[in-house]
């Protein structure tokens, strides 16, 4: 014999089951219609975001060409941080990528070139062939850790094409930059040499889109890109 009472109380679990069960569903596709019509909110505040950041704040580059080796090497990618230079100018020793003036093109689409910011305005940067050291300010930089070293015969470049000597007094607001490949680099010793004008183997400041600091790609290659020590030893100019 069944109790009345149990009966009515399982017919009242049961449809609170029931009813439990029913507003659970009711809930989840409430939440999964709200997502639906959040998502197009989402994805439009991440594609501001993503483009904010590259105008203003970060930007990948791909390195086109071997002039910065064995530093960067063909095809990789870095990442500039287009704001540092907003709070300072650049120093010397670091990275930096920039619009190339005219001059330095070999075609109107190689617009952005890669640099190491070697002396800034008021230096003065002389190469030595007996000593074959580039110096700034007077002042030899030891350059072993970074110039470009033959991977099969292990023989480092000279700072200098066929050790070519020169001396030349930065202008103010002005950047003197090389790659680490000083045979190979289309660089203000490069254009000095053919032009005899410090103003056209140096470029200006406001055309410095900002500073390499890290190496994304390929993946065994990440790795930031950091200013040499040498560089903190180097005077003030006179």
Do not use: C
């Amino acid at each position: 014999m069944i109790d009345d009472h149990e009966r009515a109380a399982d017919d009242e679990r049961q449809t609170g089951d029931r009813t439990d069960t029913s507003e659970s569903v009711a809930a989840g596709e409430k939440k999964k219609r709200s997502f639906l019509r959040e998502l197009p909110v989402l994805v439009a505040i991440a594609v501001v975001v993503a483009l904010v950041l590259r105008t203003f704040v970060l930007q990948s580059f791909w390195i086109p060409s071997g002039s910065m080796e064995n530093t960067l090497q063909l095809d990789d990618y870095v990442v500039a941080n287009k704001v540092v230079y907003e709070m300072r100018e650049p120093q010397r020793g670091e990275i930096v990528v920039f619009h190339a003036p005219p001059s330095w093109r070999h075609n109107v689409n190689e617009q952005d070139y890669i640099k190491r910011v070697i002396a800034v305005g008021g230096d003065t940067v002389a190469y030595d062939a007996e000593t074959q050291h580039l110096s700034v300010n007077g002042h030899a930089l030891d350059e072993s850790s970074y110039l470009y070293t033959d991977p099969q015969t292990g023989k480092q470049d000279s700072p200098s094409l066929d050790n070519q000597e020169f001396e030349v007094t930065v202008p103010d607001n002005r950047l003197w930059v090389m790659g680490d490949h000083r045979w190979a680099s289309g660089d203000s010793r490069e254009h000095y040499m053919r032009t005899d004008d410090p103003v056209a183997s140096t470029i200006p400041l406001d055309q410095v889109v900002g500073e390499a600091f890290v190496r994304v790609w390929p993946i065994n290659r990440i790795g930031t890109l950091g200013k040499p020590d040498i560089f903190d030893e180097v005077p003030a100019p006179a």
